[in-house]
C-alpha cells in the first residue's frame, strides 16, 4: 500500500475546515457579538532537570559577556496552571520563544501562543507579543490574536513573578489576561 505524503493529509485537512471559517462572518449578528473574557493563571518556566520546558536555541558572540544576557533566544513550552503549584490543574500550555533583547536592562521580546488543553477553552489559543522587561514587578504584553473561542482576539497580559530560582532555573509567573473576542 503506497503511503500518502503527509503534507496532502495535512492539505486536505486544511481544506475541509475552511468552509466553517468562509461561512463564520456570514451571520452578521454572530460577528457583532464582542465579548470580553478574563483569565488568570500561572506560567512554569523550567530550564533544568529532566523535564525541561524552555531550551535554548541560540546565543550570540556577545551574550556571555552581556550582563543582561544580549542575544540569547529560548524556545518554550511551558505549562500553564491554575495555581502555582506545579501540580496544579493544568489549563493549558505557553508555547513559543523569547529573546534577551536589551542592552541596558534585562528584557525580552515575547512571541507566544496561549494554548488552552481543558476546559470551556479547549483546542482554542491566544497570540501574545510583546516586551518583558523581566525585573519590573508588573509588565504588560499585548494579545494580538487567537483562535476558536478566541477568534480575532485584541487585549492585554499582564505578569507579576511568583516565584524565581535562577540557580534552579525556575521561574513561576502569575498571569492575568484580558481578552475582547469575538
Given at each position: 500500500m503506497e503511503k500518502i505524503p503527509i503534507f496532502l493529509t495535512l492539505l486536505s485537512l486544511s481544506m475541509a475546515a475552511g468552509n466553517e471559517l468562509h461561512e463564520w462572518p456570514g451571520n452578521r449578528r454572530q460577528a457583532k457579538t464582542e465579548k470580553t473574557t478574563r483569565l488568570h493563571f500561572y506560567l512554569h518556566d523550567t530550564a533544568s532537570g529532566k523535564n525541561p520546558s524552555v531550551v535554548q536555541v541560540a546565543r550570540a558572540s556577545l551574550t556571555n559577556k552581556s550582563p543582561t544576557l544580549f542575544g540569547l533566544l529560548n524556545i518554550m513550552d511551558d505549562p500553564l496552571t491554575e495555581g502555582p503549584?506545579?501540580?496544579?490543574?493544568?489549563?493549558?500550555?505557553?508555547?513559543?520563544?523569547?529573546?534577551?533583547?536589551?542592552?541596558?536592562?534585562?528584557?525580552?521580546?515575547?512571541?507566544?501562543?496561549?494554548?488552552?488543553?481543558?476546559?470551556?477553552?479547549?483546542?482554542?489559543?491566544?497570540?501574545?507579543?510583546?516586551?518583558?522587561?523581566t525585573t519590573r514587578p508588573l509588565r504588560e504584553m499585548s494579545i494580538v490574536g487567537g483562535t476558536g473561542v478566541f477568534r480575532l482576539a485584541r487585549g492585554v497580559v499582564t505578569f507579576k513573578t511568583y516565584f524565581f530560582n535562577s540557580s534552579a532555573g525556575v521561574a513561576v509567573l502569575e498571569v492575568d489576561a484580558v481578552a475582547l473576542h469575538f
Open positions: 503549584e506545579p501540580t496544579s490543574k493544568l489549563v493549558g500550555r505557553g508555547q513559543g520563544l523569547y529573546a534577551s533583547a536589551g542592552l541596558d536592562e534585562l528584557s525580552l521580546l515575547m512571541a507566544w501562543n496561549v494554548v488552552f488543553k481543558s476546559g470551556d477553552y479547549n483546542g482554542s489559543s491566544l497570540t501574545v507579543l510583546g516586551w518583558n522587561p
